[in-house]
């Protein structure tokens, strides 16, 4: 009962796994390199039992060479026989009654076989005999491959090995070749072990990966292949190079023509015109070869081919950063896509069948297509966006479409799914729009009244992204998505491919936005969307005012774009938006122009659901911010436009200065703020945030901006219960401890008010089971004086955990645990900010980049701790001299 299951496909990957050989050294055998077998040896060991059990009659000496015990005597008597292995007995194989081939319905094997030999460096002599055949060369054609000097360097075809190691690559194709060959005409059935009957394998098999180096043969057996649906043609010779080893290759270096020569091999770079002419020659050959068979399958046996693809092949692959891969034209793929049927009611469209069904765009039924789930990028070598944007119509046939993941189709590309939820509205309401009248074409009206028959779309989740010669400058293809499904959307996903970063080397200085896109107009209410991103990079994000509001049940928002580096806060006032209730969110990222128009006002509605808040200008190059000076002017306009607010004669007001860091988020974990926000922030906000792990405030600018801390910081006023009328109002002090807090990133002039003793008691209050500290252009303090918190630390963890005499926890008391240190910045160590080997010693400190820990640092090392600064890793001593 197993046997039919597990022998359909004997050669899947799962059954053979590809793992590459381990090579290990034991310390017994004085550093002897020995090799670990990897498991797809596997392969061979099946390939052996199953043509012991289907030879049909003679065997090719190349399969011979391998499985000797599969011989004629004939043949055998020339073959060395030391490479025969344990599984050499032919009777006692055949002696088993269990039917393997008959069950074999899928010959996958695009593996080169001959694995237990490709990586060993003395090669069995019967092989090595084999390849250095005269007739093994001829029959090959090497001399297309041997004589391009360029695939000499790129397959380590160097002395004293020269080309030794690529006439084992022929080798191990020409064996595959035709152990497939064998294997496809073995008898199943009554018939094994080559007596004549049985019915031949080929006959049964609906699915055949075909190497094309051997698809002549295929081709002029074709009508054996009846029951065939699906088509791999492995590709197995190199027909292609790469342009630079073309130019390299096609070069007249003397130097290499004498090597050459040295080695035997005739010298034709006086003729390589005509070389490149004959490599151009069979690659077309062979691929003509590929629409023959597809061709001639179809004539006798039409619509029972379903699918046929032709991978990029790494099999001529000695080293992987040799590899050499070879791909299948485009337009002979598509040719061939073009001779199949239609898909057969397919329930998805991806990047495995999305070719074929773009071959017949009108001819396949798309009335199942749940998902639709494509990397148009990946398919950027044929034209396919002019085919897409050709037949965008498909999309509205797709009534069941749940999941959309595709390019830009351009503007107006869902403008069918905006008119028909306006018809179905004015249906509901009574109207008569001119869909319902019935005014178009007898086809287009067909079309049109799909919603009335089926029901609007159930699109819930749209990934949609820009293509490098598309860029998203327009957002009405998302501005109509998010109308046309506004009931059944959960998740808007536009991603921007570049980013200013990857523009960094070619233009030093900070960009300017490359355009600006708006989006949510014409936005309505969005009652089931839960996830919104927006990465919209090199333009400028500009929100509607009340986009936000129309996503009442969001839970992850994140809005992203990169061109925020110079700007006016008049413009950020200008474009604000209006604040919203957020009350399920847990993930909210901005950044760029959205961070500095959100609304600060929307955040206690946040207060039951937000985990993670990041806040943020864009920077530029080695974290650098941008905070521009806020005049005047600037705050009196914004005063203006709240008195306006004020008395109903502005829809919305600017929010650009509101933040009152006073808000409290019991589930924050995770907080992120940089430029403007961070310079402005207030610690006092951190008693609202017992539950944060992670704090990262960056004001690190290229100009002055320094903020000042103090023991202010360590404590939030604290407001007693109202009194009876007259009798005033008590206030107080609470210290501020966050006890989960591990990871604290302060980068820029952050002033420590008080020196090196002040820093113990800021972390140690606040943070007293830090962990990880990154202290960049900190001011006022020194280098030594964070090593004492690191030495101080080890000395604390030495002893027993106890309670302070009141009763409290440890953790309340004044202590550090930080484990790793970050440091940066001149401030810190003189105009340089860098240690030399002397100031280092003096600090009790030892570059990690020299010698062993045991000879070269002298006392003891403080276990457990990194430190690193400016960039440079050390070792901190205990105890410095």
């Not at 190349?62 to 490479?83: D, G, I």
């Not at 869909?435 to 028959?453: F, M, N, P, V, W």
């Not at 090392?861 to 001299?881: A, M, N, Q, T, W």
Request: proline share 6%; hydrophobic share 35%; charged share 25%.
């Amino acid at each position: 009962m197993a046997i039919r299951h597990l022998y359909a496909n004997p050669f899947q990957l799962p059954f053979h796994t590809s793992d590459e050989d381990e090579y290990c050294t034991d310390d017994d055998d004085e550093g002897e390199e020995r090799v670990i077998r990897g498991p797809s040896e596997s392969i061979d060991t099946l390939a052996r039992m199953l043509l012991t059990r289907s030879v049909p009659g003679s065997v090719p000496e190349v399969v011979a060479v391998v499985f000797p015990e599969l011989a004629t005597p004939s043949v055998a008597s020339s073959v060395n026989t030391t490479t025969a292995t344990p599984n050499n007995n032919n009777n006692n194989n055949n002696s088993n009654s269990l039917d393997y081939m008959s069950h074999i319905r899928h010959l996958n094997l695009c593996t080169p076989v001959a694995y237990t030999w490709q990586h060993e460096i003395q090669v069995p002599p019967a092989t090595l005999a084999y390849i250095q055949r005269e007739d093994f060369l001829e029959e090959w054609e090497t001399d297309n491959l041997v004589m391009m000097p360029a695939c000499q360097r790129r397959l380590g075809l160097d002395p004293p090995d020269g080309p030794l190691p690529l006439y084992h690559q022929y080798f191990r194709v020409q064996l595959l070749r035709e152990v497939n060959w064998m294997l496809v005409n073995g008898r199943a059935g009554e018939g094994r072990g080559g007596d004549g009957g049985g019915k031949i394998l080929g006959q049964q098999l609906q699915s055949l990966a075909i190497p094309v180096s051997d698809l002549e043969r295929y081709v002029e057996s074709v009508e054996k292949f009846e029951s065939l649906e699906h088509v791999q043609f492995c590709l197995d010779e190199i027909l292609s190079y790469t342009q630079e080893d073309i130019e390299e290759g096609l070069g007249d270096d003397q130097m290499e023509s004498s090597y050459y020569r040295a080695q035997g091999i005739p010298d034709e770079t006086d003729d390589n015109a005509r070389l490149l002419r004959r490599m151009n020659a069979r690659k077309m050959a062979a691929m003509q070869s590929l629409v023959q068979f597809v061709e001639e399958h179809g004539r006798l046996f039409p619509g029972q081919l379903k699918t046929v693809t032709c991978p990029e092949s790494n099999i001529w692959e000695p080293q992987s950063w040799m590899s050499l891969p070879q791909v299948c034209p485009a337009e002979i793929l598509f040719r061939i896509l073009e001779l199949l049927p239609a898909l057969r009611r397919p329930c998805v469209l991806d990047d495995g069948n999305w070719m074929q069904f773009l071959a017949h765009p009108t001819g396949t039924y798309l009335g199942d297509v749940k998902e639709i789930d494509v990397d148009m990028e990946s398919h950027s070598w044929l034209d396919t966006y002019g085919k897409l944007v050709e037949n965008r119509g498909f999309l509205q046939k797709c009534r069941g479409l749940r999941k959309l993941n595709l390019g830009s189709l351009g503007k107006e590309a869902y403008k069918w799914a905006v008119e028909e939820k306006k018809a179905l509205l004015e249906n509901n309401y009574g109207g008569n729009s001119d869909i319902a009248k019935g005014t178009q074409g007898r086809s287009e009206l067909q079309d049109q009244h799909l919603y009335l028959r089926h029901g609007l779309v159930p699109l819930e989740k749209v990934y949609f992204s820009s293509l490098n010669d598309v860029p998203l400058k327009d957002m009405d293809e998302v501005n109509d998505i998010a109308y046309a499904f506004s009931e059944t959307l959960t998740t808007i996903n536009v991603n921007m491919p570049c980013s200013m970063s990857d523009m960094s080397d070619i233009n030093p200085e900070p960009p300017v936005p490359l355009w600006t896109i708006r989006l949510g107009a014409g936005w309505v209410d969005l009652p089931n969307l839960r996830d919104l991103y927006i990465d919209a990079r090199v333009a400028r994000l500009v929100l509607e005012p009340e986009l936000l509001s129309h996503c009442p049940n969001l839970v992850n928002l994140n809005l992203y774009d990169d061109v925020t580096y110079e700007y006016q806060p008049s413009e950020a006032i200008q474009t604000g938006c209006l604040p919203a209730q957020l009350r399920k969110v847990e993930s909210m990222t901005l950044l760029g122009w959205t961070a500095l128009t959100f609304h600060p006002a929307t955040l206690p509605s946040m207060s039951e659901s937000l985990e993670v808040l990041s806040v943020q200008i864009a920077s530029w190059n080695d974290e650098l911010c941008i905070i521009p000076a806020v005049t005047d002017n600037d705050y009196d306009h914004a005063l203006d436009q709240e008195k306006e607010q004020d008395q109903g004669q502005l829809q919305y007001g600017p929010g650009y200065y509101r933040w009152t860091w006073d808000w409290e988020l019991p589930l924050l974990t995770n907080l992120e703020l940089n430029s403007k926000f961070a310079y402005e922030f207030k610690f006092q906000m951190l008693a609202g945030c017992p539950l944060l792990k992670s704090l990262y405030l960056n004001i690190h600018t290229d100009t002055e901006h320094t903020r000042y801390i103090d023991r202010s910081v360590l404590y939030t006023q604290l407001t007693a219960p109202a009194l009876a009328p007259g009798a005033g109002v008590g206030v107080g002090e609470k210290r501020i401890v966050l006890h989960k807090l591990r990871n604290l990133t302060m980068l820029g002039a952050w002033e420590m008010v008080g020196g090196d003793a002040f820093v113990e008691e800021f972390l140690g209050s606040l943070f007293p089971n830090l962990d990880h500290l990154v202290a960049r252009h900190w001011k006022g303090v020194t280098i030594s004086g964070f090593l004492s918190i690191l030495r101080n630390k080890s000395e604390e963890e030495s002893s027993p955990a106890s309670s302070s005499p009141s009763g409290e926890p440890e953790q309340e008391r004044n202590h550090n645990r930080v484990r790793k240190m970050d440091l940066a910045g001149q401030e810190m160590h003189g105009d340089e900010g860098r240690l030399d080997m002397e100031s280092a010693q003096a600090l009790g400190l030892v570059f990690k980049g020299y010698g062993d820990e045991e000879d070269v640092i002298e006392g003891e090392v403080l276990r457990g701790v990194e430190f690193s600064y400016e960039y440079s890793k050390f070792y901190v001593i205990k105890s410095p001299r």
